[in-house]
């Protein structure tokens, strides 16, 4: 495709349950970002993935949140027992390599609702 | 305090008017900075990007850096009501691949 797509685009959910977030990058592009953007607040990085291999996963705030990318190409983030405090609107980019110098393509986000 | 403070706004302008945005940072470490535009329900934008200090500029817009101030700006000519965004700025240290980003500062262009 022409951009970054992430599905679903909105993600309602009770207390507890498990939900998976999919990315799917710009066709070619090796690097992959998850970021996470609360109400009011800048985006905070969760994880980068550079081909299939999780290069940096700092970000992620607890064992409950784990992100894959099998194949180098579409990536999931999956939480596990979610909370109220993991409502946010979850964000994927891609670059054709280590975009942090140049910028990155970034998705329109899965905006998860906890209730 | 967090490592890139940016007033949050909003901002109101008249249209045509000439409107600054800013940040400062706390890491010495930062190198390279760039500026997103963020539309309601999307996805952040890249506008400008910069390394080190200096200015750059790109039709309306100019972005400086000021390392020795740790103070960044992004400056928009002759705005538009299609310019009604929340900016971002961010940045880092270049060895690692994640940016951090301001809070962002809502901007509205009246006509």
């Known amino acids: 495709g022409a951009g970054v797509s992430q599905t679903p685009s909105n993600k309602v959910t009770e207390k507890g349950k498990y939900v998976e977030l999919r990315c799917d990058p710009i066709?070619?592009?090796?690097?992959l970002y998850w970021y996470r953007q609360s109400l009011g607040q800048g985006p905070e990085f969760l994880i980068y993935f550079q081909g299939t291999g999780a290069a940096d996963d700092s970000g992620l705030p607890n064992d409950r949140f784990f992100a894959v990318r099998p194949e180098g190409s579409v990536s999931t983030l999956k939480i596990q027992r979610t909370e109220r405090g993991d409502s946010a609107v979850y964000l994927c980019?891609?670059?054709?390599?280590?975009?942090?110098?140049?910028?990155?393509?970034f998705g329109s986000g899965t905006r998860l609702t906890v209730v | 305090q967090k490592e890139v403070e940016q007033d949050p706004g909003p901002l109101s302008v008249p249209e045509g008017a000439i409107v600054s945005l800013n940040c400062t940072y706390s890491n010495s470490a930062f190198q390279y900075f760039m500026w997103y535009r963020q539309y309601s329900r999307k996805g952040p934008e890249l506008l400008m990007y910069?390394?080190?200090?200096g200015n750059k500029e790109d039709g309306r817009f100019t972005a400086q850096v000021d390392k020795s101030s740790k103070y960044i700006s992004l400056f928009i000519r002759d705005s538009q009501p299609s310019d009604s965004a929340t900016y971002l700025c961010?940045?880092?240290?270049?060895?690692?691949?994640?940016?951090?980003f301001g809070t962002g500062t809502r901007l509205q262009v009246t006509l």
């Open positions: 980019a891609s670059s054709l390599r280590d975009g942090s110098n140049y910028g990155y393509t």
């Open positions: 961010a940045m880092n240290a270049g060895t690692a691949s994640k940016l951090t």
């Open positions: 910069t390394y080190s200090s």
């Open positions: 066709s070619g592009h090796t690097a």
